[in-house]
């Protein structure tokens, strides 16, 4: 089941294991909840991008309107665990590929990781340019094509989970140390955020000045500084 987290106009969009092939998707606010789809397979991921959201059945994908209304879906080849979104295609990875589809579901491009030596744990996409982090202590920018455009390695112990763009920066969290470090779009460190949670963040989101984190779903804000 999927622990990742999007915010859609406004709401908190999560999903809920209701029994062993029963998945709901939720979205809800303070004042409570409203399912708005459910599955019949473990959903591995969900994102969006404006009019469109995108889900990730290991093998499987599904595309919806804003509004959960149903567009199309397709199959993979192989198993994939991230998925992102922009404009005009849909990105989905293992740890070792990145597979490119076009909102009709054609495979329209692929990246070999292994070759440039790169593992994908966590992924987004923005201004044609893809944003990867390894698990490791590797924060890389990638084209389209999978050549890197810049690569940023710590020098220190860490566990580089999870990443997420907000307002032209680059979100990155580090398990180990619990902390946020915080990018330009070009690579280049800007600081570490005062935020400091638990190493058992399952994805975060930010959102209008606060940053939500999901705790195995349990949710908490925390303002960004």
Same mark, same amino acid.
């Given at each position: 089941?999927?622990?990742?987290?999007?915010?859609?106009?406004?709401?908190?969009?999560?999903?809920?294991?209701?029994?062993?092939?029963?998945?709901?998707?939720?979205?809800?606010?303070?004042?409570?909840?409203?399912?708005?789809?459910?599955?019949?397979?473990?959903?591995?991921?969900?994102?969006?991008?404006?009019?469109?959201?995108?889900?990730?059945?290991?093998?499987?994908?599904?595309?919806?309107?804003?509004?959960?209304?149903?567009?199309?879906?397709?199959?993979?080849?192989?198993?994939?665990?991230?998925?992102?979104?922009?404009?005009?295609?849909?990105?989905?990875?293992?740890?070792? $590929?990145?597979? !490119?589809?076009?909102? #009709? %579901? *054609?495979?329209?491009?692929? =990246?070999?990781?292994?070759?440039? @030596?790169?593992?994908?744990?966590?992924?987004?996409?923005? $201004?044609?340019? !893809?944003?990867?982090? #390894? %698990? *490791?202590?590797?924060?890389? =920018?990638?084209?389209?094509?999978? @050549?890197?455009?810049?690569?940023?390695?710590?020098?220190?112990?860490?566990?580089?989970?999870?990443?997420?763009?907000?307002?032209?920066?680059?979100?990155?969290?580090?398990?180990?140390?619990?902390?946020?470090?915080?990018?330009?779009?070009?690579?280049?460190?800007?600081?570490?955020?005062?935020?400091?949670?638990?190493?058992?963040?399952?994805?975060?989101?930010?959102?209008?000045?606060?940053?939500?984190?999901?705790?195995?779903?349990?949710?908490?804000?925390?303002?960004?500084?």
């Amino acid at each position: 089941m999927t622990n990742n987290l999007i915010i859609l106009n406004g709401k908190i969009v999560f999903c809920q294991r209701e029994s062993y092939n029963t998945y709901n998707i939720y979205v809800g606010d303070k004042k409570g909840s409203q399912k708005v789809a459910t599955f019949n397979k473990p959903l591995a991921y969900i994102e969006y991008y404006k009019n469109r959201i995108a889900c990730l059945h290991d093998k499987n994908v599904k595309l919806y309107t804003n509004k959960f209304e149903y567009i199309k879906e397709w199959s993979l080849q192989y198993k994939c665990y991230n998925l992102a979104i922009d404009n005009k295609s849909i990105y989905v990875a293992s740890l070792s $590929n990145i597979y !490119i589809y076009d909102f #009709d %579901g *054609k495979l329209t491009g692929t =990246i070999d990781l292994t070759k440039i @030596k790169v593992l994908c744990n966590s992924f987004t996409v923005y $201004n044609d340019k !893809i944003f990867l982090v #390894d %698990g *490791k202590t590797n924060f890389v =920018i990638l084209s389209p094509e999978g @050549k890197i455009i810049n690569k940023w390695t710590s020098k220190k112990k860490q566990s580089l989970l999870k990443i997420k763009i907000y307002e032209k920066k680059v979100f990155v969290f580090d398990s180990i140390n619990s902390i946020f470090l915080i990018f330009t779009l070009t690579g280049d460190l800007l600081s570490y955020s005062s935020i400091k949670t638990t190493s058992n963040l399952s994805d975060f989101y930010a959102y209008k000045g606060l940053l939500f984190i999901n705790h195995n779903e349990v949710i908490d804000s925390y303002k960004i500084s």
